[in-house]
């Protein structure tokens, strides 16, 4: 999926306000309606949102096309850099999320030594077209719209395994409580998944810090490394330095 920053930027509107006219979208970016219109066709194509006559709608949240499209730049800034702290020949555990899936694709393009363990249909399928990776898809109930896999049967099969790093998104985050989930069965698969590693790594654009999630996924003492990128606030910055979470923030400006 290729969308330029006119593209992001309706995506982005879309997201926020749920509903938008073309009309709007025109005065607001200021091109044409046919030019919006040409942009909500392709955005549609993509499966990103839904096109209706005069108007863009949000698709479900919880669509991984939908969740890939929001921040996509920064997001794949992010994964290049999670990637690089990825030995040639490691086995990785990954959770589903669309940092997460940005990540698989960087391992493929440019590691086809690693192991590729996850729970999520779309990343093993996705990474399996572009490189020849070794990928281990878990065993699990299928939330379709996510199409990732949840359930007992994501702990027993990811009990199989022992890596050095699990690397994982987040739906927001809340001091003195943690990194958050916002899907009772997702976050309870990757709790399951997180015991079968030495390392929690969070990967995620720093939009999710004004974000909060219904669950606690993991306090902030449990979880080792944050790759953000560079506009997080100084006063997330300061809070993590002072639990000494080590912090990569990506420069989204180069």
Do not use: W
Not at 63 to 72: A, E, F, G, H, K
């Amino acid at each position: 999926m290729k969308i330029n920053k006119r593209q992001a930027k309706i995506v982005e509107m879309v997201d926020v306000e749920k509903k938008i006219s073309v009309k709007d979208l025109s005065n607001r970016l200021e091109v044409s309606e046919v030019t919006i219109r040409k942009d909500l066709d392709v955005l549609n194509d993509y499966g990103v949102l839904i096109r209706h006559h005069g108007y863009a709608l949000k698709k479900n949240t919880a669509d991984i096309v939908n969740r890939l499209s929001i921040n996509y730049e920064i997001k794949r800034k992010v994964a290049i850099k999670a990637a690089s702290l990825i030995d040639m020949n490691e086995s990785v555990l990954i959770g589903s999320g669309s940092t997460c899936a940005l990540l698989a694709e960087e391992i493929a393009k440019t590691k086809p030594g690693v192991t590729i363990i996850t729970h999520s249909i779309y990343i093993a399928e996705h990474a399996s077209k572009l490189g020849n990776n070794h990928i281990i898809l878990l065993g699990g109930e299928l939330q379709k719209d996510a199409q990732v896999l949840v359930g007992p049967l994501v702990r027993s099969s990811s009990r199989q395994f022992f890596v050095d790093k699990i690397f994982i998104g987040t739906d927001g985050f809340v001091k003195n409580a943690g990194f958050m989930g916002s899907d009772s069965l997702r976050t309870d698969a990757i709790r399951n998944m997180a015991e079968s590693a030495r390392k929690i790594i969070i990967i995620t654009d720093s939009s999710k810090f004004d974000k909060r999630g219904l669950l606690v996924q993991f306090p902030v003492n449990q979880v080792s490394e944050l790759v953000t990128d560079s506009n997080l606030s100084k006063e997330y910055i300061d809070y993590f330095n002072l639990y000494k979470l080590k912090l990569d923030l990506v420069d989204i400006n180069h």
